[in-house]
């Protein structure tokens, strides 16, 4: 048994995890921790216990959910998933919970299965879906940026979106999936282009009246 310990917050790993199949079975289990994020990647168990920053982590996300979501529901384009979804792809050996998934109806008809829980409703997606956005954060540098990046590319995900809002100026990437790997998007005037939504899309950051961060995520 494994066992990782912070901030007095426990979390085992049972012994007969050891391997993804037995990973998405605990996942689903009463003994799957509530708290914290816990992956299945490189054939290990990943596990974050992090507290997420509130301005360079929880507002990033919450721009690209109040324009990316209200634009799938609006145009009718698919499912779009916020933080939390719980993704798992055989043949790139990986499970994890991505801070956002965006999935096409081609997608869900070809590529993807939403898969029940064992008390009943669905619980998980299977598959390549056809966006996925991370968030950096300091405890997921090496996760977000060399091993997810792999994980996404291998398992066919059209369009890795990648925000790092800890530097000035902030970094926001949209990586397309190429037969080599996954390549950056030009930027033209700061915006980037997506073939996913057809679309181009810019982050930009300004301060509210506290003068705290604040993220407008730009279409066009």
């Keep these: 048994m494994v066992t990782f310990v912070d901030e007095s917050y426990r979390v085992s790993v ?20 509530e708290k914290g994020r ?16 509130l301005f ?11 324009v990316i979501g209200v634009m799938v529901d609006t145009e009718q384009l698919g499912l779009y998933f916020p933080d939390g979804v719980f993704l798992s792809n055989v043949d790139a050996n990986f499970a994890c919970k991505p801070d956002a998934t965006f999935i096409s109806e081609a997608a869900l008809q070809d590529r993807l299965r939403l898969i029940e829980g064992r008390q009943g409703g669905y619980v998980e997606l299977e598959g390549s879906p056809d966006m996925v956005l991370e968030v950096v954060s300091a405890s997921s540098v090496s996760k977000d940026t060399v091993v997810l990046r792999k994980a996404y590319w291998e398992a ?9 809002a800890r530097s000035d100026p902030l970094s926001f990437d949209i990586l397309r999936h190429t037969a080599r790997g996954y390549a950056a998007t030009p930027k ?8 996913v939504f057809g679309k181009s899309f810019q982050l930009t950051r300004g301060a509210d009246r506290f003068r705290h961060p604040r993220y407008k995520l730009a279409v066009a």
């Design 56 to 66: 360079t982590h929880l507002t990033v996300k919450n721009a690209f959910n109040i």
């Design 188 to 195: 033209k005037d700061g915006w980037l282009k997506s073939k």
């Design 38 to 53: 816990i992956c299945y990647l490189e054939g290990e168990v990943w596990i974050d216990m992090s507290k997420e920053q």
């Design 156 to 164: 066919g995900v059209r369009e890795y979106w990648l925000v790092d």
């Design 14 to 33: 049972p012994s007969w995890v050891t391997d993804l199949a037995s990973f998405r079975r605990w996942a689903d289990s009463d003994d799957f921790p």
